[in-house]
């Protein structure tokens, strides 16, 4: 390379650099108005709840921050009749007043002024609410009969996150490290859309954290359940498998570790989680008190890998769902801290590791 090409690179480099931290730190545009610290919610067109009412997403700026947590909230599913008019499950099929997460105020890793929270400080987080009742995986508008009545229904999860992840893309371009996070069916859709994350930031530092997220397994379960909810959902053609059958978590899994071993990608679990062990049981669990425990275990051994150095799991010997909005230092499994073990993924410890009571 010439000395003159050497430092029109170099300048060039410096061009892009500034310009990132100008977005970054002086917001203008889409979020012209973003305080520092302040959950601040956007409408974006073409988001929308399963009951057609609008969603939108939020950003929460901090202040020199160069890196981008993308958060994807949780909530029930539902996919016929009986589970979509069971009132747990009709709040997550509407527009949501307010986001649940308090990026600034909150626990776990929500709490910016935990000096030891890896998401505290350099990351900007956008945050996906959930009101399309399909783990924010389908892409298919369903009819319903409920009592006696028809209810069309908007399984649009997956394309919601779609439009969010592209204008993450077009606010935050170049992140030094960019993190996908979900809790219950947020943390499915953050490993179902890993490949998407990879596409979108090829150049960035990639984490995928999957807190509850159930890969549900069909040889766990019995009968066609599993099955009518993927296609009541339309999510059959969202699998990163192209194939015309209905495809598996287990395989989306098999399909992350084989195509993308650069990205870090941790699952926490409880294995008697009893959330989780609800909807399990309204798919056909066949063993309903095993079912969870069942398939965590088989996602970690089968499809993930025990010696996997970007793959790790920490599970937990008893009933809770969902932890990391929960203050971390609390949490222990084999007498290893959570907190420690997220701060060792994200800060690529090599000491990071699974932890599975046997």
């Not at 599993?226 to 990163?240: C, D, K, L, Q, S």
Request: net charge neutral; with cysteine; aromatic share 10%.
């Amino acid at each position: 390379m010439t000395t003159l090409l050497r430092a029109f690179v170099v300048f060039t480099s410096l061009l892009c650099l500034s310009a990132h931290a100008e977005l970054l730190n002086d917001p203008g545009g889409d979020l012209k108005g973003c305080e520092v610290g302040q959950q601040c919610t956007r409408e974006l067109p073409g988001l929308i709840c399963a009951d057609g009412t609008p969603a939108y997403y939020s950003v929460t700026l901090r202040k020199n921050a160069q890196s981008l947590a993308i958060y994807i909230d949780g909530g029930g599913a539902c996919w016929n009749a009986e589970t979509c008019s069971n009132p747990m499950f009709v709040r997550n099929l509407s527009r949501p007043e307010k986001m649940k997460s308090d990026w600034t105020n909150g626990n776990g890793l929500w709490n910016a002024y935990d000096k030891e929270n890896p998401l505290a400080e350099d990351f900007h987080v956008i945050s996906i609410p959930y009101c399309t009742g399909d783990a924010h995986i389908g892409s298919k508008t369903t009819e319903y009969k409920i009592n006696g009545k028809k209810v069309v229904l908007r399984h649009y999860g997956h394309r919601n996150i779609q439009l969010v992840l592209d204008k993450a893309k077009a606010l935050f371009p170049d992140p030094r490290k960019v993190a996908l996070v979900g809790i219950s069916s947020g943390g499915i859709a953050a490993a179902f859309n890993m490949r998407r994350l990879v596409a979108l930031y090829p150049h960035s530092a990639k984490y995928v954290l999957s807190d509850a997220g159930t890969p549900f397994l069909p040889q766990f379960l019995k009968g066609d359940k599993y099955e009518t909810a993927i296609r009541v959902w339309g999510a059959e053609g969202n699998f990163p498998m192209d194939s015309g059958r209905i495809k598996t978590f287990g395989e989306a899994w098999d399909f992350n570790r084989k195509n993308f071993p650069e990205v870090r990608f941790g699952f926490i679990h409880s294995y008697g989680d009893m959330v989780m062990m609800l909807f399990a049981t309204a798919l056909g669990a066949s063993q309903p008190g095993n079912v969870i425990r069942d398939t965590v275990t088989e996602a970690a051994v089968s499809h993930m890998g025990t010696s996997n150095p970007a793959q790790k799991v920490f599970f937990f010997d008893n009933l809770e769902h969902t932890r990391i909005h929960k203050p971390l230092e609390r949490q222990f499994s084999l007498g290893k801290s959570l907190k420690e073990w997220i701060r060792q993924m994200f800060n690529d410890d090599p000491a990071w590791d699974n932890v599975r009571p046997e």
